[in-house]
């Protein structure tokens, strides 16, 4: 094939169209040559057996009556046939009755054997068999053979023209090929020599040769047109790149241009960055006042706050004092009106009548009067003494009662920082003890309701500041409200996994709608004396302890419900308050839990 | 029909019943026999057999499914009802017919005048004349006549009498010659075949 591919398109051309035409005649040739071969035979075949039909019922009557020359006779009437070499008949014995053979110079030849009714091919010649009947009765067998020289010669004779006329075609598509293959050959040549001509001397030209408007007529024009359009884009080419060098100067010129900028460009950057990180640095300075001011806001207000419980302390202080005073008051007053006095005359008046004091006593009428009187009196001296000694019960539960007040704001007057372990009923109950004092006297009912909760985590001087703040308020709302059924709940609950609350609920003077939100702004208040720290403090501790601050309320006269939710941590490290480490530590002090 | 007439067919039918009678009981022929007795007949018999398919009755007459064979002689009889009664022919359409054989009377045929009366000659397709009744053989073709009728016989004479095959004895063989004229006359066609095979054929024109 690699061959084939070099010879040129002249040669190739001529010889795929020679061995086409041979191919395509051998093939046909050939085809009918068999074909005509097979037509023959089976025609020489059917032609026997007829043959042998005739033969046969003509022999019929010499079979009948076993005479044996006139059978004779009637095959030797196939001498006519020259192919037919020999013939025999046979009776129903299958005994020959008569044959013949064409080559009579020859020896007899033996009959073979009788076969079953039919025809075949056997070497090169055709033999046949066929039943001889008459009247539907099975008589005998006729047996013929035929020799197919003939046919062999017919076969020859094909071949020898099938050859010569392979020889002619091929001659003939030769010639024909030698001038029409100009027709394709031409034109491509043409387009290679151009091509060679255009890759030798570099230079594009057109192809020029004589060409129709087929394939390669379209093959021409186009490579005709590439050549134009190639010599078009040299040109552009050409003069695009002299465009090119002068924009490559310009640019050159630019780029200088460009640099400077850039320089200038950066100094400026440079000096902006530099007030820049002034300004910054100016800025993280007031952050940090500001900071320090938020510190002192806070401190300031955890100072209110604080102020407000040492308020409220010494408001307990100054009531319990007050009591205190009453109570010393009253018992100056019972003993500037002791009867001792009294007894210490009539003491003096016995002393003063010694001598004749059963005299004094059984006749003097003061005298009669004395035992009396001593019993009177000592009467009365019991009774200021009991009256006295509870008092003094009194006077020393109150001292006690302002003790145990100090000393709860001492302990949240220390720095109020830290987490630490705590149980919400105490806290609850420290800030109620803070203002206990002040619900009975403005006649509030208070009421309960905390679930029980394990110790948490917590800032306790800060809740404790913010419920003593609430509770205040609340004390300050419920003086408002007119009727004995001042009533003031607090509640502890988890509404979930995650934190807890501590309601504090009044049925006091309300909320207006508008305030709700004013109450917790800083300065804000509505009490008198109030000065507006203590929710906006509120506010911001509990967020600073993760929580928040809430109010609800139902307007003006309808109460409020003010709602700290905290995270819920459970407690770590010792649980705190008087639950724990007794036995232990020896003493229950808060101050030890807190380390 | 008139009284007369009717008279008539009766002493016809009555005429055609005795003579059958006759034919059938009445005296058979010399006791002239062929020399080789019964086993020749059986010979003959055969060829008869053998001719049979080679010969063409016309179109009606063939005796439709049954080939009646009538034999002139006791012997010849005798031979032809052991070897070819029953026996099945068939023929050129493919028809099987049967043969029978009956015994005809020379006797009762030397005093009937026509063949109406000569039944069952006239019901023969087939009839052999033996040597025996060589007598009444004259009388027995001129009887049949023209009719469909294949004659065979064994004497001298008999093709000149209007036989169609005559049997001769020809060493140990026995061969047949034919009367091809006779044969055209009763309109049976003969194979050529067969005519090949003749001794003698007869033919005028």
């Not at chain 1, 001087?461 to 007119?482: F, P, T």
């Not at chain 2, 009766?10 to 005296?27: E, F, I, Q, T, Y």
């Not at chain 2, 027995?140 to 095959?165: A, H, Q, V, Y």
Request: charged share 25%; aromatic share 4%.
């Amino acid at each position: 094939m690699a061959r084939l591919q070099d010879m040129t398109i002249q040669r190739k051309l001529t010889a795929i169209i020679m061995l086409i035409s041979a191919t395509a005649l051998l093939l046909t040739g050939s085809v009918y040559t068999v074909y005509e071969q097979a037509t023959l035979r089976k025609a020489e075949a059917e032609n026997l057996w007829a043959q042998a039909g005739i033969v046969g019922d003509n022999c019929r009557a010499a079979l009948a009556f076993s005479e044996s020359s006139d059978a004779e006779d009637t095959l030797n009437s196939l001498r006519a046939q020259s192919t037919i070499a020999f013939a025999c008949v046979y009776t129903t014995d299958n005994v020959v009755l008569a044959q013949y053979q064409r080559d009579e110079d020859e020896d007899a030849l033996e009959a073979p054997p009788c076969e079953a009714d039919g025809w075949r091919f056997e070497g090169g010649q055709l033999l046949a068999f066929r039943q001889i009947k008459h009247n539907g009765e099975v008589m005998g067998m006729v047996h013929l053979r035929s020799t197919l020289g003939h046919l062999r010669k017919i076969l020859a004779r094909n071949i020898s023209i099938l050859a010569s006329l392979l020889l002619v075609s091929l001659a003939v598509a030769y010639l024909l090929m030698a001038r029409l293959q100009r027709v394709i050959t031409g034109p491509i040549l043409g387009l290679t020599e151009t091509a060679k001509a255009i890759s030798q001397n570099n230079a594009y030209t057109k192809c020029l040769v004589d060409h129709g408007s087929d394939e390669l007529g379209t093959l021409i024009e186009s490579f005709n047109l590439m050549v134009d359009t190639i010599q078009e884009s040299q040109a552009k080419l050409i003069e695009e790149n002299a465009e090119r060098r002068r924009a490559e100067e310009n640019l050159a010129k630019h780029l200088d241009q460009v640099e400077e900028e850039v320089e200038k460009r950066t100094r400026e950057l440079r000096q902006s960055n530099v007030s820049l990180a002034k300004e910054v640095a100016e800025r993280q300075q007031a952050e940090s006042q500001l900071r320090m001011t938020q510190k002192r806001l806070v401190e300031s207000a955890h100072r209110a706050g604080m102020a407000d419980v040492a308020s409220e302390v010494l408001h307990n202080v100054g009531n319990i004092l007050n009591s205190i005073n009453v109570t010393t008051t009253r018992m100056s007053e019972i003993v500037a009106a002791s009867k001792a006095d009294a007894l210490v005359r009539v003491a003096a008046m016995l002393d003063e009548r010694r001598e004749d004091l059963d005299v004094f006593l059984s006749q003097d009428a003061k005298g009669k009067h004395i035992p009396v009187f001593l019993s009177e009196v000592s009467g009365l001296l019991k009774s200021d003494r009991e009256r006295l000694a509870e008092m003094l019960k009194g006077l020393a539960k109150n001292v006690q009662h302002i003790k145990d007040t100090i000393t709860t704001q001492q302990s949240y007057a220390k720095v109020s920082g830290m987490e630490e372990p705590a149980s919400m009923e105490e806290i609850i109950e420290d800030a109620l003890q803070i203002n206990r004092a002040g619900l009975e006297r403005h006649g509030a009912q208070l009421a309960l309701e905390l679930d029980a909760l394990p110790p948490v985590q917590v800032n306790k001087q800060k809740v404790v500041q913010i419920l003593v703040n609430l509770i205040n308020n609340g004390k300050y709302a419920l003086s408002y409200r007119k009727g004995a059924d001042k009533v003031m709940c607090i509640r502890l609950y988890r509404p979930g996994e995650d934190s807890f609350r501590i309601e504090v609920v009044d049925n006091g003077i309300g909320i207006a709608q508008e305030n709700l939100t004013k109450i917790f702004r800083h300065g804000f208040t509505t009490k008198k004396n109030g000065h507006g720290f203590g929710l906006h403090s509120g506010a911001l501790a509990a967020k600073e302890m993760g929580g928040s601050l809430s109010v609800r309320s139902d307007g003006p006269g309808c109460g409020a419900t003010f709602t700290l939710e905290l995270p819920f941590k459970p407690a770590v490290g010792r649980s705190a308050g008087k639950t724990a480490t007794m036995g232990e530590q020896g003493t229950c002090n808060r101050s030890e839990t807190h380390e | 029909m008139s009284l007369t007439e009717t008279i008539k067919t009766m002493v016809k039918k009555a005429s055609l019943l005795s003579a059958a009678l006759l034919l059938l009981a009445g005296r058979p022929c010399r006791a002239d026999t062929a020399p080789g007795g019964v086993p020749e007949y059986r010979l003959k018999a055969a060829y008869i057999y053998k001719i049979l398919p080679f010969v063409h009755w016309p179109e009606g007459s063939d005796g439709k499914g049954t080939l009646t064979v009538g034999v002139f002689g006791k012997d010849a009889h005798k031979a032809a009802r052991q070897l070819l009664d029953g026996k099945t022919i068939k023929s050129k359409d493919k028809k099987t017919r049967h043969i029978k054989v009956v015994e005809l009377s020379g006797q009762a045929v030397a005093e009937i005048e026509r063949i109406e009366a000569a039944e069952p000659l006239g019901k023969c397709q087939v009839v052999f004349v033996s040597a025996s009744c060589r007598a009444q053989s004259k009388k027995i073709l001129k009887l049949i006549g023209d009719r469909s009728i294949l004659t065979f016989g064994e004497t001298d004479g008999f093709l000149e009498s209007g036989g169609i095959i005559n049997f001769v004895a020809e060493k140990k063989k026995i061969r047949f010659e034919v009367n091809l004229d006779a044969a055209r006359r009763a309109r049976l066609k003969i194979d050529s075949q067969l005519l090949r095979l003749a001794k003698r054929v007869v033919k005028k024109r």
